[in-house]
């Protein structure tokens, strides 16, 4: 834990300037929504005093992922500050698109200034890591910005997926976990594999990486969607069974959804169509936790985690720098204990 | 007149089966609503028989742009495809903030699917982009990828502006100017450059081109502005009047405001709260003229223009693909005669 924690404080201690210096470029209205929802000042504009913003895994991730093949943290640094930058122009998007109106704690960027602000400075945001990338002498920056690109766009994908789920009571597992590859999965990829990308790294390294971060990202996910139904709202920072009540067609609800007769209770909340209450919720966390979902979500979120491990395992990278990959991975897990 | 049909037809004809192949990469709910808003189908999916489109004077300014530093078709080719997708996840993107209901005489994407679609059809389509350029093995693609981030991002910022413009009185000409150069003269700007950009060329011969497509851009909006107000529904595609419906600070609008004592019509108009009715729009139209805003975007426009053509001019450009650049520019002009 001392350790992974020393690997966050130092991703973010590193990538913080550079991520803010990037902010700073954004027009004065995209500029105040992003600070805002990056955690850094409330709606007014004032700075904050403690940390509201993520944990910062994906940047961690890409500077480890440069380290890990030898190349100095200023190479991977750009990829730090785009991944970042992508993954919060998605959360700005998303949130309006869920209609979520709280993340952390706070109300989200497009419940303080609607959906034109939220929009507009989550398109800025997009540009913006593509300019912070290509602004970079690295010798794989092309290639780089053109990775992002196709991440952006599978990350758009698993949104549209995710969304026509709503309406669909036909959900498969593998659909979802099709989904959740592609908005979950393919950023965190990115993000493992980028900086070695940038240092120019052999294509087996990045595809350990990006294999690595793929696998990793679905056991992210996995705890993810555990943590949105049994999760306790002061650590999740969300309400109380959030998913549930959004009817989400989530990893551990499709697999309790194709084990055996439906259960007539989870029938029930899928067809329903007023918001459940809180009596409701209660028993359609019970319905899943007594199919399996739970025990099912933890185990393949293991079984993710060490195909990642493997991954790293058989390539030929800096051994320290794997070393603090694994304990970032591990975290996931350990984070819901 | 039939050498400028020309243009557009050759730059159609070469960039659409680009364009098609590029919108044909979208997952299926993105690529059905882009292919929709591009005028290729209806909203069920089938092809429509009449070009429903846009004229698609971005491509072919990119085109042209590569011809006049004599580069090869094929250089200029991701180019044209990339500023159109950017062009073209901007509409879709400020149809939805706008609340725009129709475009060229059908529905908005948002309208037909709703705003998560419109969404993230766009957020796509702007990634896509990026990959189309960061494809080509042109020398310049890396830059020019760099510079259509930063076009994207002036763009979102002229948005911005021009959605703060809509609750505020006292928006000055200049303010008005710098929101039109940035919501249009920075993609015609980029248009114009962008085939230059990927050929390599020196940098003097793309900032003539970049002078060209600025100026050019400056006159565009100002002949759209005047046919936001006094242009013919058929033509424009738009409601009659629908600038002035929503209180639009256009160009034409700031020009009559900064002369001399505010006219009581406009005031009135500028202040309320409701929609005013057909004849309260013909009265605001006819105060706006009697201001000499009509008048005056028309010499500005044609002030602009001049300014582009010296900046072609003086730059030492293939001779037949200048002329092509002056024709298409007369256009904006002559669309409206």
Redesign the interface.
């Known amino acids: 834990m001392t350790e992974l924690l020393s690997t966050l404080d130092r991703s973010r201690t590193h990538v913080g300037p550079a991520l803010r210096a990037a902010v700073e470029?954004?027009?004065p209205?995209?500029r105040l929504v992003a600070s805002y929802h990056l955690g850094w000042c409330d709606a007014d504009g004032r700075a904050t005093t403690e940390a509201a913003g993520g944990k910062a895994v994906r940047p961690a991730l890409a500077l480890l992922g440069g380290e890990a093949v030898g190349a100095a943290a200023e190479v991977a640094l750009p990829g730090a500050v785009a991944v970042e930058l992508i993954h919060n122009f998605s959360l700005l998007?998303d949130d309006?698109?869920d209609g979520d109106l709280e993340r952390r704690h706070r109300p989200t960027a497009w419940a303080v200034w609607g959906?034109?602000?939220a929009?507009?400075a989550?398109?800025?945001m997009?540009?913006?890591a593509?300019?912070v990338l290509?602004?970079s002498a690295a010798p794989g920056?092309?290639?780089a910005?053109?990775e992002?690109?196709?991440v952006?766009?599978e990350l758009?994908?698993g949104?549209?997926?995710d969304?026509?789920f709503e309406t669909r009571a036909d959900v498969t597992l593998d659909e979802c976990l099709d989904m959740a590859a592609a908005k979950t999965g393919s950023l965190l990829a990115g993000s493992a594999a980028i900086g070695a990308v940038l240092a120019g790294a052999e294509p087996a390294k990045v595809e350990a990486l990006r294999t690595f971060g793929a696998q990793f990202g679905l056991a992210f996910q996995l705890v993810d969607d555990v943590l949105g139904i049994w999760g306790d709202p002061a650590a999740t920072g969300k309400p109380v069974y959030s998913d549930l009540r959004a009817r989400k067609k989530t990893l551990p609800v499709t697999y309790a959804l194709a084990q055996g007769k439906p259960d007539p209770v989870l029938l029930d909340w899928l067809t329903g169509a007023d918001e459940p209450d809180p009596a409701a919720l209660h028993r359609i966390a019970d319905a899943l936790r007594t199919r399996g979902a739970r025990d099912w979500a933890f185990a393949e979120a293991k079984r993710r985690l060490a195909d990642a491990e493997d991954a790293l395992a058989a390539a030929d990278l800096n051994h320290r720098a794997r070393g603090e990959l694994l304990a970032l991975a591990r975290f996931v897990l350990e984070r819901s204990s």
Chains 1, 2 share one sequence.
């Open positions: 470029r954004l027009d209205t995209s998007h309006l698109l959906s034109a602000s929009i507009l989550g398109d800025a997009l540009a913006l593509h300019e290509l602004e920056a092309p290639r910005a053109w992002l690109a196709t952006t766009r758009t994908r949104q549209v997926q969304l026509a």
